[in-house]
């Protein structure tokens, strides 16, 4: 069966004034100091359609993605839960690499990505990775922590440190049903990390 395009053409020259003004807001951000210049590419090609969303969205995502106080490490183990779990093509292609750049082991990714539960190293940092993982997982799963996990999760990051942690759970939760609803495809040299699908 061929496939639908869910999105029409859109190119930069196309885009309204909100549209750019979402565009350039994404473009001067933090992202563009880490990665260079967005573009349309993932789900900021979604967003700008819709500028009051898109505008806001955008915002929240750089803030959950550089203004928290939790490690990059912390921060790619559950954002590749969330795109493992609903096999997010993009994201966990394009997280895998940046998980990887913080320091996350391969195999930690690679377990993640087969969800599998990965093994970390006894180490305090390795802790705070196992937490993140397991936070993660109980949102996805069970859509709340228990008692202990709270508990555990608050010890290991403090109280803001949970907020920011669920906050990025649930922005990159977002980014997931985006990325799939729109059927938003990979880039050029981006690996397919669930090709079955």
Known sequence: MERVERL???TEDDLTEDQRAVLDAINAGPRTSQHGRI???GP???WVR???IGGAVQELGGNVRFNTTLGEDIKEVAILS???FHHAKFEFAAHARLAVNAGVGEGIVEAIRTAETPTFDDDDRSAKLDVSYAVAQALLHDHRL???LFSTARDAFGESG???LISVIGYY???SYTLNTFEVPLTPGMPDPFPEI
Do not use: K, Y
């Open 50 to 52: 819709s500028p009051s």
């Open 162 to 164: 949970v907020v920011e």
């Open 173 to 175: 939760v977002l980014v």
């Open 8 to 10: 029409s053409p859109l």
């Open 146 to 148: 228990s008692d202990e």
């Open 44 to 46: 900021f090609g979604v």
């Open 82 to 84: 969330v795109g493992a």
């Open 39 to 41: 573009g349309l590419i």
